[in-house]
């Protein structure tokens, strides 16, 4: 995203490192048990390593394509040996994260505010990732609004009002069961008045009713529309990584209820199911933007696919 920077500390990298332990960890001992005492990357070898890529919640789909790139590998080169898996293996998953980039907007061409509806099932950590998103883009010296449009629930209110006290971002909000567009053209028109550089909206995280849920997105981004054209600039869908195959049903119900263009996927320091990151982003042709590794308020990370990569496969 042209409006935050990607900057990554030698801080961050030992946090990524940490939170990717378990997945890693969980991973390699599969895979080490799965290769032992062979040398060749054979039938018998990819079949152990698409059982270990499904039990590291990657996704059946995206499995199948990692499997069947390697084939080509293994029928081109005729010789791989096993010692050569982890670096082949390496070069598909960051080929396959590279494959849903897309271009990123300069900063000079957005027109301001910037607006992210926040969208996901409770429970995900949505209010806690918009909490920390805030404090983000703080960092980077940005004026931002925070917009309690999910009215349903009291405790969404409550909970988004503790994080602006606690990152010092001014909160628009309305009473429990107000019309959460309404809430939504205020968030906005307050930051359009106060020159702010980014609004974040938390929305209602009720999935029971996808009809339901569908209009009432839909018509958040048609009001955002008309007091700003062209908003919201981004809606992420933010996703628990510790869920692993659930996370793939929620990403499934919102991609059909809205339009997503980004996700957010948290706690994924307390899980060894962080394959979905792959296989999720894979499979709904949407990129991973934002990564929780902690729960500190500086753990919501940017997502850098080379890094995150690179702290997968390193060796301790």
Excluded: C
Aim: charged letters at 30%; glycine letters at 8%.
């Amino acid at each position: 995203m042209g409006i935050l920077k990607k900057i990554f500390t030698k801080e961050k990298k030992e946090k990524l490192d940490e939170g990717l332990e378990k997945t890693k960890s969980n991973f390699f001992g599969k895979l080490g048990k799965a290769v032992a005492g062979r040398s060749k990357v054979d039938d018998d070898v990819l079949d152990d390593l698409e059982e270990v890529l499904i039990a590291s919640d990657v996704g059946v789909a995206t499995t199948v394509k990692i499997i069947e790139r390697i084939e080509e590998r293994v029928s081109r080169d005729k010789y791989l040996g096993t010692d050569e898996l982890n670096l082949i293996l390496r070069e598909e998953i960051a080929g396959l994260l590279s494959e849903q980039e897309k271009e990123e907007k300069k900063e000079e061409n957005i027109k301001k505010p910037y607006v992210i509806m926040v969208v996901g099932v409770n429970g995900v950590g949505k209010t806690t990732t918009i909490g920390k998103l805030a404090h983000l883009f703080q960092s980077q010296g940005k004026k931002v609004v925070l917009g309690a449009a999910d009215t349903f629930r009291a405790a969404a209110i409550d909970q988004l009002e503790i994080w602006a006290e606690r990152v010092n971002a001014p909160l628009v909000k309305q009473k429990m069961g107000s019309d959460p567009a309404s809430v939504a053209y205020d968030s906005i028109q307050y930051a359009v008045k106060n020159e702010a550089d980014v609004v974040l909206i938390d929305t209602a995280g009720r999935l029971h009713n996808k009809v339901n849920l569908m209009k009432e997105l839909s018509k958040i981004k048609r009001v955002m529309s008309k007091q700003v054209p062209d908003k919201p600039d981004e809606v992420l869908l933010v996703l628990d990584g510790s869920t692993g195959q659930n996370a793939f049903e929620q990403a499934k119900q919102f991609t059909n209820a809205t339009e997503v263009t980004d996700l957010a996927v948290t706690k994924l320091d307390g899980t060894a199911k962080g394959g979905v990151v792959i296989g999720i982003s894979d499979q709904f042709k949407v990129p991973v933007r934002y990564i929780g590794v902690g729960e500190g308020i500086n753990d919501l990370q940017v997502f850098d696919k080379k890094e995150f990569v690179d702290s997968f496969f390193k060796q301790n």
